[in-house]
């Protein structure tokens, strides 16, 4: 009874979806955006590129790419998917890449274009810096380590430097826990969610996990930070941690700490003539705006002035217009937003009054002034809004007194009104019983009843055969694919000059197409244990982590363009695994 109840629930879904998705994806606006997962790389790293399209789920093809002219670009797959909120249907698109230079410089990545129904979107710009690797002393730190470092290591009180954190490893973690070194006067605050990428160190790839935070001291000193540490459960067997954990399959727990860092604060330079400094430090703007510059007298008009920048922006003071002659006052709540990004904390305050002249004429708005110690130029600023001026025209009831009627001072002319109707009651009121005998289309016998009674119930039946069918479809898809993965996979090397590069990324559509997965990215490690999974034998499983971490190797020592050799090899190993696979 319960399955049964559970059936009808997820298909009633289903046909609710019908009803409200078919017009609502025709109607959404499209929009292409361009996202990189962070602003700043090395030759050693590689770089995650989305792009979405929003709006639609189907386009004329991939996007075309332009300012990847010195990447290796290699796709990472596509994804969908559809958000419902309140009625309204978003469908959006994502396409995957992952980007690899040899050339240092900053880069402007983008636009992508994209065609959907034949009409071209353009995206976004993203600024990406690349540059050299830091140099290391050619120590091998082994498959797991914790670095950390300072963008600033000499900075004033209230600056902030980004205090960065890199997980390197080439084993399968999980359960990780980070603590962070405490000192007083000092504020650790994180930038947005971790992020992964692959990186390279003394010429062995890693998978790097980065974490930032904002570091922003109150007190002027010499600070010595101690080792960040990072615990985690240890699961890849083998190797220099092998133990009897790893037979019970519970994982070993494991610790890492990273470098100790010195950070130098110095006190702020003396205020002088800096007048009404708050202990704003970094880099700001402030603008403002009167809207409308012309009203009435008695009307409202807004005076917005917006403090936006990088820094501290939480010590922005509430400011305060002066007294105005003739004009009252009303200030509203101020509005913080902190905005946090790979550089920082920035953000925007806004304040707003409501400004109510009470007698025509132009009146001037005073400028306001804000002053902040600018980390740039290592000098005081300070910020002035434009004086803003307000024309206030003669407003409805304004004048000083009334034409009166002798000394009453009733207003001539005014008479009392008669009451008129300006309306009847929504709804008739009935007063016999063949008011209620009318014909009624909604009866048993009418057209209208049986028509209600029959849709929904064809409606439905149309919309789980549909289901159905394309549940089959999707089986049969995933199925070929499986079938014909092997045979892809000699295709696509039948091309000559193919790289590393290349062949790393007909290995893992063998791997999705072989177990109907859709993986954008796949580790050794990972090939290793989902072909285990699958049936290959042992000697197999090891083969292909052998061949897919020398692949990796040349890619991350900067041979992953040259043509490489062994593709036969590699196409004789596929097929193998092909017959062994269950």
Not at 25 to 54: F, H, Q, W, Y
Not at 424 to 438: E, G, S
């Amino acid at each position: 009874m319960r399955m049964s109840v559970l059936f009808r629930q997820r298909h009633m879904m289903l046909l609710l979806f019908f009803f409200f998705w078919v017009p609502t994806a025709a109607n959404a606006d499209v929009s292409v955006t361009l996202k990189l997962d962070r602003s700043e790389a090395t030759l050693a790293d590689t770089v995650g590129m989305v792009v979405s399209v929003t709006g639609t789920q189907q386009t004329s093809g991939p996007p075309t790419l332009q300012g990847v002219e010195l990447f290796h670009v290699t796709s990472g797959g596509t994804s969908s998917r559809v958000e419902v909120i309140n009625g309204n249907v978003n469908a959006s698109l994502d396409y995957t890449y992952t980007l690899q230079t040899q050339h240092t410089g900053a880069f402007k990545v983008g636009p992508a274009l994209v065609t959907v129904a034949g009409k071209t979107y353009a995206s976004n710009t993203v600024r990406l810096l690349v540059t050299k690797p830091a140099q290391t002393d050619g120590t091998d730190r082994g498959p797991l380590f914790l670095t950390a470092e300072l963008t600033k290591k000499n900075i004033v009180v209230e600056e902030q430097t980004v205090y960065i954190l890199k997980l390197h490893r080439r084993v399968n973690v999980r359960e990780l826990s980070l603590t962070l070194p405490e000192m007083e006067y000092l504020t650790f605050t994180r930038l947005g969610n971790p992020r992964k990428y692959r990186s390279g160190h003394n010429g062995r790839p890693y998978e790097v996990l980065e974490v930032r935070y904002a570091l922003v001291p109150s007190k002027e000193g010499v600070y010595a930070l101690e080792p960040a540490r990072m615990n985690m459960t240890l699961l890849q067997s083998g190797g220099l941690f092998d133990d009897s954990f790893f037979s019970l399959g519970r994982g070993k727990p494991v610790g890492v700490a990273s470098e100790s860092l010195e950070l130098a604060v110095s006190p702020l330079p003396e205020a002088g003539g800096a007048a009404g400094f708050s202990g704003l430090v970094g880099q700001f703007e402030m603008a403002s705006t009167l809207q409308p510059p012309e009203v009435k007298a008695g009307e409202s008009s807004t005076l917005t002035v917006r403090v936006k920048g990088r820094g501290n922006i939480n010590l922005v003071p509430d400011m305060n217009l002066p007294a105005l002659d003739r004009i009252k006052v009303y200030a509203d709540q101020p509005l913080l937003e902190v905005q946090p990004d790979d550089e920082g904390i920035a953000g925007e305050k806004t304040m707003k009054w409501a400004l109510v002249p009470e007698k025509e004429g132009r009146m001037e708005i005073p400028s306001l002034v804000l002053t902040f110690f600018d980390t740039d130029t290592r000098t005081y600023r300070t910020l002035k809004t434009p004086f803003h001026e307000l024309s206030v025209l003669p407003g409805e009831g304004t004048t000083d007194k009334a034409e009166g009627d002798g000394e009453t001072g009733m207003v001539s002319g005014t008479e009392k009104e008669e009451v008129a109707q300006i309306g009847r009651d929504i709804l008739p009121v009935h007063t016999a019983m063949k008011d209620f005998l009318k014909p009624n289309r909604l009866r048993p016998q009418g057209w209208a009843f049986w028509a209600l009674l029959l849709i929904p119930c064809l409606v439905y039946l149309g919309a789980f055969g549909l289901q159905r069918l394309r549940r089959q479809a999707f089986v049969a898809r995933t199925e070929s694919r499986a079938k014909r993965a092997a045979k892809d996979f000699r295709k696509k090397c039948r091309r000559e000059d193919l790289s590393s590069s290349d062949l790393i990324l007909f290995i893992r559509d063998y791997i999705n197409d072989r177990f109907g997965l859709s993986l954008g990215a796949l580790t050794p490690d990972e090939a290793a244990e989902i072909l285990e999974t699958g049936g290959a034998t042992e000697d197999s499983v090891e083969k292909m982590r052998e061949v897919l971490q020398k692949l990796e190797d040349a890619v991350y020592t900067g041979n992953g363009l040259r043509p490489c050799e062994d593709e036969g090899e590699i196409g004789g190993l596929i097929l193998r695994l092909d017959k062994e696979i269950r």
